[in-house]
């Protein structure tokens, strides 16, 4: 199950409003709170990994892959060829 950290923002902000005290719990509550709120838009807003695309690799001037690159003459259009 995924957590729905939209509502969890919604009902965190609610409980932020509602503790409009000038007394000390209150506004140590704020800020843990505040705390609260900004993991929670930190892990909504949290970029999923990357996939990775391996590029060949070239050791000493010798390709491992045989994949076609932009200095092979396979990927240059035939009018390009030097």
Do not use: W, Y
Not at 35 to 48: D, F, G, Y
Request: glycine residues 2%.
């Amino acid at each position: 199950m995924n957590s729905d950290f939209a509502a969890a923002r919604v009902h965190l902000n609610e409980a932020l409003n509602l503790l409009c005290g000038h007394d000390q719990v209150s506004r140590e509550s704020r800020e843990a709170i505040d705390l609260l709120i900004e993991a929670v838009i930190t892990a909504e807003h949290c970029k999923q990994p990357a996939k990775v695309i391996e590029f060949r690799r070239i050791t000493e001037g010798v390709a491992i892959s045989n994949a076609p690159t932009a200095i092979d003459s396979r990927a240059r259009p035939s009018a390009m060829k030097l």
